[in-house]
């Protein structure tokens, strides 16, 4: 699997309906609707993933966070590097972190420029938050057309 920070992972895109998912991956494993305020989360085993439908923007999927070993970010797989290695990754590609924070018992890092959140366990990048991006004004950036793969 594929991330495209601000627009996809493989071809499930941010602003996609509820309905458009469902049609791509076919019925969710779990729906949690307590999970996160404002949010709809729709569980998928199989790609290893959870998508947030933003409640206050029509439904339309908003984040996604992935889990699956085999998910690549610039041509690198990522899940299971060290913090150092995401650290370096993020560098290479001219972005900078706010830090990491500790929690009991996982570490993120947060990247505001790509909107992206980096969760550790034991060292080693458990999972990616990323969701659509906003411009300088704060407005989302729906992605306006599909990415050919």
Request: glycine share 4%.
């Amino acid at each position: 699997m594929v991330i495209y920070l601000g627009c996809s992972l493989d071809d499930i895109f941010f602003g996609l309906a509820i309905s458009d998912v469902i049609q791509l991956l076919g019925n969710p494993n779990k729906i949690n609707e307590d999970e996160r305020e404002g949010f709809i989360v729709y569980y998928y085993n199989k790609k290893m993933a959870k998508f947030y439908f933003s409640l206050e923007d029509h439904n339309k999927l908003y984040t996604i966070e992935v889990f699956h070993p085999d998910t690549y970010l610039w041509n690198q797989k990522v899940i299971g590097m060290r913090m150092s290695e995401i650290e370096e990754l993020l560098k290479e590609n001219s972005l900078y972190t706010e830090g990491v924070e500790d929690y009991d018992y996982f570490e993120t890092i947060f990247c505001r420029k790509i909107w992206s959140v980096f969760c550790f366990e034991y060292d080693r990048l458990k999972s990616i938050e990323f969701s659509v991006l906003c411009d300088e004004n704060n407005n989302l950036i729906w992605p306006k057309k599909r990415l050919k793969f």
